[in-house]
């Protein structure tokens, strides 16, 4: 039975999965990534492992959803990205410091540790 806690879990994960995607398609859209010019490769790199936390992110909430027995490995793989990927990217907000995005990232990190706590608590008690 999928309790309310892993339906949040995986919808939580789909959201930020895919606007994590939308995010970044949404900068290069509107020539927003000035490090393609200035630090191509660098850049090219981190929006590798932004693709890859998204995608991590979107498959771990279809397996939570579907009640699939790998899908905590996949979700704990996922978080350990998003968590690092939060805290890497929260870091071009505060120079300027943008209050707005420094907001979002700092809820982030927030529901991101509470949601995996929830799950480290399901995972201990599956075990």
């Known amino acids: 039975m999928l309790t309310k806690q892993t339906k949040v879990t995986a919808i ?5 999965g895919a606007s ?6 949404m900068f290069y859209v509107t ?5 393609l010019e ?3 490769y660098d850049i090219a790199m981190h929006l590798i492992a932004e693709g890859i936390t998204a995608g991590l992110l979107i498959a771990s909430g279809v397996l939570l959803l579907k ?6 490995f ?3 793989i996922a978080y350990g990205a998003l968590l690092y990927s ?3 990217s929260s870091g071009y907000f505060l120079d300027p410091f943008d209050v707005a995005m420094t907001a979002m990232f700092l809820i982030l990190i927030i529901a991101s540790t509470i949601l995996t706590v929830i799950m480290i608590r399901k995972a201990l008690k599956t075990d």
């Open 31 to 35: 020539d927003s990534i000035p490090e």
């Open 38 to 40: 200035t630090a191509p």
């Open 12 to 16: 939580f994960n789909l959201v930020v």
């Open 74 to 76: 996949i979700y704990f």
């Open 20 to 25: 994590m995607a939308l995010m970044w398609l």
């Open 67 to 72: 009640q699939c027995k790998k899908a905590l």
């Open 86 to 88: 939060i805290v890497n």
